[in-house]
């Protein structure tokens, strides 16, 4: 696979940011979630090692971890934007994905109006930042955070009243009945996997290959029945 110019001959190492449970997170040590073993699949579709890193999200959306060799690929549920397309290249989509609301359970907070005057929380550098900062009440006051778990916490400790993120993160926050996605917003934006713009044409189309053919093997399905099924 020389090729491939890989940052490690053999690996794929791919640059995460963990946690942003279902799709990466940590369990015993051990990175696991959606785009891990999508992207440990994808590897072993090409006769590759798979190896994961986990770098703060700004890191991942500027480029800088590609262009500093550490990794070959971002799988970070990163959702495709024109501004981020000038930066890097993306594979073909894997993941339909929207934006919602994740409160206390009970809360009156059922839409972005109502955090007139309250506290919303959101993910530094994220889709979530952009669409609340576009869209939330003058009112609003939006506090940013680095990680999902930051964020989580701070809803946890009362800092903030709600949280604006990806559907799929809030909602995996529900499971003990303390919290509620209480709105959803159907932004459109999908995830796909990021490269180097100017050197990765081949291993994009490597990635490309691979993950069509997991979507005709049922491998992908399996995955997705696994992680967002409940
Ligand atoms: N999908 C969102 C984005 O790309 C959040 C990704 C993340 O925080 N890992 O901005």
Request: charged share 25%.
């Amino acid at each position: 696979e020389s090729g491939l110019a890989l940052v490690n001959d053999g690996t794929l190492t791919v640059c995460s940011n963990i946690p942003f449970e279902p799709f990466e997170y940590v369990v015993d040590g051990e990175f696991t979630g959606f785009d891990v073993e999508l992207t440990r699949e994808i590897a072993t579709g090409m006769g590759l090692e798979h190896e994961m890193q986990n770098v703060g999200f700004d890191g991942l959306q500027s480029g800088t971890v590609l262009a500093a060799r550490q990794c070959d690929m971002i799988a970070a549920a990163m959702t495709v934007t024109d501004e981020r397309a000038e930066k890097l290249a993306f594979s073909d989509p894997y993941y339909d994905s929207l934006q919602s609301i994740l409160a206390p359970a009970g809360s009156s907070i059922a839409s972005l109006a109502d955090l007139d005057g309250k506290k919303i929380g959101v993910q530094q550098g994220t889709t979530g930042e952009s669409y609340a900062r576009d869209n939330a009440p003058e009112g609003a006051e939006i506090m940013s955070f680095q990680t999902d778990a930051e964020l989580f916490q701070s809803l946890q400790a009362g800092g903030i009243d709600a949280v604006l993120q990806d559907l799929p993160v809030n909602q995996d926050h529900t499971e003990d009945g303390k919290y509620a996605v209480t709105a959803t917003f159907e932004t459109g934006e999908v995830y796909a996997f990021a490269m180097k713009k100017d050197s990765s044409t081949e291993l994009a189309a490597k990635v490309n290959e691979q993950l069509a053919s997991l979507r005709e093997n049922g491998k992908y399905q399996e995955l997705y029945d696994k992680y967002f099924t409940e």
